[in-house]
């Protein structure tokens, strides 16, 4: 699975931006997307995912009523509209696949990951 992420770039301090994420390749193989965000100096965190055949949503305390899931199983596309952002919302944004089951928001179950995108929230 190729993953190509897009739609990052410079916001103001409660503005909005919609990141996506188009899959390729071995698309049987997603079991669920995903979108994780990595600050510098600090760890990869999980914000969303979303199931691929049902269409669950799982979101990050951190960005719920904010940050929105959202899948086209017929572009293999998902997206994450982010409204409201803040600085700390200022991060490389990758998205990934998870092949199989298991708890959503653990990071080794993705095996597949895009190249990131810089979201950068000014205060």
């Known amino acids: 699975v190729q993953l190509q992420a897009s739609g990052g770039g410079l916001v103001q301090a409660g503005g909005s931006l919609r990141l996506s994420c188009a899959a390729s390749?071995?698309?049987?193989?997603?079991?669920?997307m995903g979108w994780f965000r990595q600050a510098p100096g600090k760890e990869r965190e999980f914000v969303a995912a979303?199931?691929?055949?049902?269409?669950?949503?799982y979101h990050a305390d951190s960005v719920k009523g904010r940050f929105t899931i959202s899948r086209d199983n017929v572009k293999s596309t998902v997206y994450l509209q982010m409204n409201s952002l803040k600085p700390e919302d200022t991060a490389v944004y990758y998205c990934?696949?998870?092949?199989?089951?298991?708890?959503?928001?653990?990071?080794?179950?993705?095996?597949?990951w895009g190249q990131g995108t810089q979201v950068t929230v000014s205060s």
């Open positions: 990934a696949v998870r092949p199989y089951g298991g708890p959503i928001a653990t990071i080794l179950l993705y095996d597949y």
């Open positions: 390749g071995s698309i049987l193989r997603i079991n669920a």
């Open positions: 979303i199931s691929w055949s049902g269409g669950t949503t």
